[in-house]
């Protein structure tokens, strides 16, 4: 990697959101190291922007849930010779279903992977990032961390964590040039699907970007979403509630 161009770590970048940050960044100059568990499309992605704009791409095969795996990317980003920009926090899962119904490890797995993973990546580069009075660190979150959503639970639980998590360390470390930005997607995928309510991977991308580069620590993207978010933010606690318990009958 050029030491001269600024370098994004971006976990989740075999699918999706975080295969359209990996492309934007490249777009701006960045150089990208790309985690996930499956080392093909990371490597093909690597390939593709390396065509197209030049990029230098590490690729980081791990499974983040495995203790071993994930203490490999800890110390990439703790590695100060080899600074790290962006740490964009993509990897996620979610399960759907009755709380009491789906196995309990894949449940604890999913809140290892949704909200502590991102807590100890945090953790590791934040401390080269303060030294280097410079950084950025975008966590994806989602928009269902901020309303109780039934048959989602877990997934709802650790992305409230998460999105509480990052606005408190972004509080610790703002005055020190360093932006922690959670971003709250709804629906999203490659293409947007105003019918279906699903928005751009490409624009969500496009919006966290330019709120961590405003020193946002929260990031709604959409008007739609962002109505939504305002609506369980202010709405008393019963309403939410009723409305969420309405719309799971509906
Ligand atoms: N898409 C949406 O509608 C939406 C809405 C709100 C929030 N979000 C959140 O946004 C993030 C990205 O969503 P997405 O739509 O891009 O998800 P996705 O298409 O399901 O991709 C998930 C990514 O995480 C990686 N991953 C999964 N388990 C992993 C593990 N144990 N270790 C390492 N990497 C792992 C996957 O790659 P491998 O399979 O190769 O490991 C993949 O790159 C997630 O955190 C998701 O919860 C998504």
Do not use: W
């Not at 989740?12 to 359209?20: D, L, T, W």
């Not at 945090?122 to 410079?134: A, E, F, N």
């Not at 408190?168 to 959670?182: H, I, K, N, Q």
Request: proline share 5%; with cysteine; aromatic share 4%.
């Amino acid at each position: 990697m050029d030491m001269d161009r600024p370098a994004a770590l971006v976990t989740g970048a075999s699918a999706s959101i975080g295969a359209a940050f990996a492309r934007e960044l490249a777009t701006r100059g960045h150089d990208l190291v790309l985690v996930a568990r499956r080392a093909e499309p990371l490597h093909a992605l690597a390939a593709e922007l390396k065509d197209r704009h030049g990029t230098a791409t590490e690729v980081l095969a791990a499974d983040l849930t495995d203790r071993a795996q994930a203490t490999a990317v800890e110390e990439r980003l703790a590695d100060a010779g080899r600074p790290i920009d962006l740490l964009v926090n993509s990897a996620g899962a979610l399960s759907t279903g009755l709380f009491p119904k789906l196995p309990i490890e894949d449940e604890v797995r999913q809140v290892e992977l949704n909200a502590i993973v991102p807590m100890r990546l945090t953790h590791s580069v934040l401390s080269v990032m303060l030294d280097r009075g410079k950084g950025s660190i975008i966590n994806v979150s989602s928009i269902a961390g901020v309303a109780p959503t039934p048959f989602s639970a877990t997934y709802c639980g650790g992305y409230s964590f998460l999105t509480t998590f990052s606005q408190s360390v972004d509080l610790e470390v703002c005055r020190y040039g360093v932006t922690v930005t959670a971003v709250l997607p709804g629906f999203t995928a490659a293409e947007a699907d105003p019918a279906r309510r699903i928005q751009a991977a490409d624009r969500v991308v496009r919006e966290a970007l330019a709120a961590n580069a405003a020193g946002r620590a929260v990031c709604v993207p959409g008007l739609r979403n962002k109505r939504a978010a305002a609506f369980a933010r202010l709405a008393p606690r019963r309403l939410v509630r009723f409305v969420m318990r309405a719309a799971q009958d509906s």
